[in-house]
């Protein structure tokens, strides 16, 4: 589903449930409502209203800074191959182009392999995890003159930042929130606005008015919300530009740029 369709279906849902309750509940009400009927809803509402505010923004901020440092971490990795990538100038030409291979196919298959099932399971690839290991594996067969130099002990060292945050990212991936919180996230809006329905104003505009206000701001939160608690799946999902790019910059080197 785009990013317009799911917004229209989340707030406009949020829409219909206080338009319809209020103009039940008022048809329910009308002849039955005497003075002082908003004395004991409106306390209460307000107490209701700041807890759900509390966790509804809590929810938001959880996800946008998950949302971030999922990307944040997609970007160091692919600048860290690349940084990989032209660490293996300072090797001998037989293990520098059997790395060179090795990355290039674990780039390849992160974009093409990984990332799809990253969007639609939240699951690894176990064929990425194979190539990475492959990469390990062409550095503990060098000789061990060239993986005890400078270079080779730095290309290491940068293997494991690459390892370290492939794993952040495949947890990244699997994440989300949990389904209590969700429960409290739409349980807690529809009473939130529900207690709308039972405040009571003279004339019907400016009621139904407030409540479709306050569910169009809760829908649109949820929908923020819902939109950003799988960091590569849905429409706004992180994508393998990175790793695209990093590719650009593969055959790039290999032309000696």
């Known amino acids: 589903m785009g990013l317009v369709m799911l917004a229209a279906a989340v707030i406009g849902l949020a829409i219909l449930y206080a338009l319809t309750g209020v103009l039940l509940v008022r048809a329910f009400m009308r002849g039955r409502v005497s003075e002082g009927h908003n004395d004991l809803p409106v306390p209460i509402f307000q107490t209701a209203g700041t807890i759900y505010a509390v966790l509804l923004a809590f929810s938001v901020i959880a996800v946008w800074q998950s949302y971030g ?5 997609v970007a160091e990795e692919a600048s860290t191959l690349t940084t990989l990538y032209r660490q293996t100038d300072g090797l001998p030409n037989p293990e520098q182009q059997r790395l060179r291979v090795l990355l290039r196919q674990y780039t390849q298959t992160v974009v093409v392999d990984e990332w799809p099932i990253q969007a639609a399971t939240g699951g690894a690839s176990l064929r990425a995890r ?9 550095y503990r067969t060098m000789s061990p003159r060239v993986a005890a130099s400078p270079i080779g002990l730095e290309f290491l060292q940068t293997m494991r930042t690459v390892a370290a ?3 952040r990212r495949t947890l990244e991936a699997s994440g989300s929130l949990p389904a209590v919180l969700w429960v409290g996230l739409l349980v807690g809006g529809a009473i939130v606005v529900g207690m709308t329905f039972v ?3 003279p004339a ?29 799946s849905g429409p706004l999902g992180i994508s393998a530009d990175s790793f695209e790019h990093s590719l650009a910059v593969f055959a790039s080197v290999d032309q000696g740029d």
């Open 69 to 73: 440092a999922a990307k944040d971490n």
């Open 130 to 138: 194979r190539d990475l290991g492959a990469i390990y594996g062409a």
């Open 165 to 167: 945050d492939r794993n």
């Open 199 to 201: 405040m009571h104003t």
């Open 204 to 232: 019907t505009y400016p009621h139904v008015l407030f409540s479709v206000l306050l569910a169009a701001l809760i829908g649109t939160l949820l929908f923020i919300t819902l939109v950003l608690h799988r960091p590569f």
